[in-house]
Each structure stands twice: as structure tokens, then as C-alpha cells.
């Protein structure tokens, strides 16, 4: 069993920055790969990133490619989403998720999910 809480979403200027946590809490924190999604009003839970158990592995979404980036501390059984150059079209309740070892960016693959916190980037 895993619990994930996020945290630092908010409001912010189109062009500005965020950082994303996730706090995970249960498994052995090394040994789940941990992935960001976000859901906008009316659309599907999408990919945006995701990085593997051990750190050495990550994935982007093509839309947030080279603007965001995934990192994580295991000593503080955490993973980052640091997002630059926001635009209004990233706004969206943001997902972090958990899996097993193997990095993934199919959203079914995901077997524990936080709450989600809210990102709003005005124009």
C-alpha cells in the first residue's frame, strides 16, 4: 500500500513557475515508479511525466517536454514536478501516481493515486 499527497499547486502568470510535490508514504519509497498527470475541465486524465524507481529513467509528455522537469529525493520519499514557461492550457488538477519499479505512461498501469492539486496559469 502507498499513500501520495500532493502539494504546491496554486495560481500563477502565464510564463511563470511551479513546483509540484509528491509525498509518498507506505512501500519502500525506492522501489515505485512514480508518474504526474493532470485532468482539465471536460478532458481525460493525460500523461505529463514520469520517472522510474531508481531515478535513472524519465518520460515527458511531447507538450511539456523542455518545460517541466521530474526529479526525485528518496531520502525524503519525494518526487518534484518543477514546471517553467507555464501556459494557460497547463492548467489542470495535477495527479501524482504510483507503480511498481517500471517506469510508465499508460495512466491504467498506475495502481495508487494522491488527490490532486490545482494549477491555474493565467493569460
Known amino acids: 500500500q502507498v499513500s501520495l499527497v500532493e502539494s504546491g499547486g496554486g495560481l500563477v502568470q502565464a510564463g511563470g513557475s511551479l513546483r509540484l510535490s509528491c509525498a509518498a508514504s507506505?512501500?519502500?519509497?525506492?522501489?515505485?515508479?512514480v508518474g504526474w498527470f493532470r485532468q482539465a475541465p471536460g478532458k481525460e486524465r493525460e500523461f505529463v511525466t514520469a520517472?522510474?524507481?531508481?531515478?535513472?529513467?524519465?518520460s515527458y509528455a511531447d507538450s511539456v517536454k523542455g518545460r517541466f522537469t521530474i526529479s526525485r529525493d528518496n531520502a525524503k520519499n519525494t518526487v518534484y514536478l518543477q514546471m517553467s514557461s507555464l501556459k494557460p492550457e497547463d492548467s489542470a488538477v495535477y495527479y501524482c501516481?504510483?507503480?511498481?519499479?517500471?517506469?510508465?505512461?499508460?495512466?491504467?498501469?498506475?495502481?495508487?493515486w494522491g488527490q490532486g492539486t490545482q494549477v491555474a496559469v493565467s493569460s
Open positions: 501516481a504510483a507503480r511498481p519499479f517500471v517506469l510508465s505512461r499508460r495512466r491504467d498501469d498506475y495502481d495508487y
Open positions: 507506505g512501500r519502500t519509497f525506492s522501489s515505485i515508479c
Open positions: 520517472i522510474s524507481s531508481g531515478g535513472t529513467s524519465t
